[in-house]
């Protein structure tokens, strides 16, 4: 066995945590993040730095938050003109590659004004689908004499995005993304013609997820919520015209979506275990961001909601880590912590200005001092969140200040920032920064 275990890391893209069936969605069957789970650790409160791709991306491969180089969205020429050298400097890859790594990255790049190669990886493949699960798994099998880094980075179920904009497409780049995205329509089609394979009363009634608890928009909605919205007006059109059903048909859909990228996930496990490396490989499966699936009358990311920010996350390293173990203690980012973790598995020393902290001691049983709190950057403004409660500031619009009991609350309907007894709490809140306490 290597002293250095070979890390594969697996990203799928606007998948909410909720969206495996090891989590106790019935709706949907994920045989392959189910293994991973029950031979690691899944994290149940982990959360992107932002729930939107670009910026999400960028903590991904850097260790950092989107607002250190002044990003918010995925607007990027709007917001930076360079990403500072030496961040692309100090990029997993070149990090990797020095340690005796061989270090490769296929599928979905998505960041801003650089490339994954810009990072110190070798780009493999464009393909994000299928002939990526392929490419991936040929890498792995290859035979070598050092160990292997090697991230995959899938498109669904993103592909999800596709639905109402194509229903009610409203704006030249919604008009063009109709003409353009024949392949995430394809899929769309595909996935939707299932329905006809059902008995109709079946499908509604047991095959077809039913609303959200949370369906309907929350008691003093913050204004930013219909900005947000107004901003690609097919979002509001969805909100307004979708009828229940149709609600219920994107959530199918957005089931199905995941089962294909699982599915594509099992052929990188299967890779490992035809290879005989399974028990020497550290496996990191997470997402960019979530989506909001119907809940409070929205689809698509960006609003800070436990919908979209709130992700996927589990590690496995087998015969070293604990087993089948759900962690609901430690607030873990993906985008501040994976990048830590990773060199604490390399054996690499983790650089003094990441702020994130490795999940490696928690992986294997340990109990290490933590954060008791954790922001999530938005272009709309920020959340902060604890064990119980979490605080969102808007920048600007009515109710643009929002707090939430999480426990009580889990779908964030009802704002207690109004609450004369939380006001001390809402004080502290306030003087938050995104750091490490």
Known sequence: MNQQPNILVIYTDQQSASMMSCTGNAY??????DYLAAQGIR??????????????????????????????????????????????????????KDAGYDVAYGGKEHLPLMCTEDLGYQY????????????CAAFIKKKRKKPFFLTVSFINPHDICMMAIRDYPTCELDHVLVKVCK??????????KKVDSYEKDNFWRDICPPLPDNFEPQAHEPEAISMLLKQRPFKEKARKHYTQEQWRLHRF???????????????????????????NTVIIFTSDHGDMDGSHRMEHKTALYEECCRIPL??????QCIQNHID????????????PTICDYAGITIPKNIQGNSLKPIVEGADPIWRNRLIVESEFGKMNVTKKYKHVQYIQGAH??????????????????????????????RKSKPTIE
């Open 43 to 96: 994290f149940n409160r982990a959360y992107c730095t932002n729930p939107v791709c670009i910026p999400s991306r960028f903590s991904l491969l850097t260790g950092r938050y989107p607002s250190e180089i002044g990003l918010k969205s995925n607007k990027v020429e709007q917001e930076i003109d360079h990403v500072p050298q030496e961040i692309k400097d100090s990029g997993l890859g070149w990090l990797l």
């Open 400 to 429: 643009s200040e929002q707090l939430y009991d999480l426990v009580k609350d889990p779908g964030e309907m009802e704002n207690i920032a109004t609450d004369e007894t939380y006001s001390d709490m809402l004080k502290a809140f």
């Open 124 to 135: 493999i493949t464009d393909d994000e689908r299928e002939g990526l699960a392929d490419t």
């Open 183 to 192: 392949k995430e329509q394809a899929m769309l089609d595909d996935v939707l």
């Open 253 to 279: 859909a957005y089931c199905r979506l995941t089962e294909r990228v699982d599915a594509h996930i099992h052929m990188l496990l299967q890779a490992l275990q035809e290879s005989g490396q399974e028990d």
């Open 328 to 339: 609901d203690e430690h607030l873990v980012s993906n985008g501040l912590d994976l990048y």
């Open 314 to 319: 589990i590690i496995t390293h087998q015969g």
């Open 28 to 33: 949907l069957q994920t045989p392959a993040m």
